[in-house]
């Protein structure tokens, strides 16, 4: 998933110390690489990123496996849905 700038895998210890030392850095309790990842692919989908593209970017073979592990509608975005659902029922 890293890679080195010479292109070889960073070493798994290495990027856990470093993540670990990162968030000591910034005051924030400590992230572990999956819970990166599933941030990202959470604001991927939030920002309107097509599915399909955020599930090639993880690496899955199938969107359903993006959709069933990332999508979960934040109370922001269920809020916006239901916004515009109201407006076509409405007609505005």
Known sequence: MFT???GRPVD???LRDA???DCALVGVDRLTVHQIRHTA???MIEA???LDSVARRLGH???AT???MYVHLSVEHDQAVGERL???IGGG
């Open 12 to 14: 798994p210890d290495r």
């Open 4 to 6: 080195h700038w010479t």
């Open 48 to 50: 309107g990123e097509p």
């Open 86 to 88: 109201e407006r076509f």
């Open 61 to 63: 073979n199938s969107v």
């Open 41 to 43: 692919a959470t604001l």
């Open 19 to 21: 993540l670990r030392t």
């Open 66 to 68: 993006t959709s069933g």
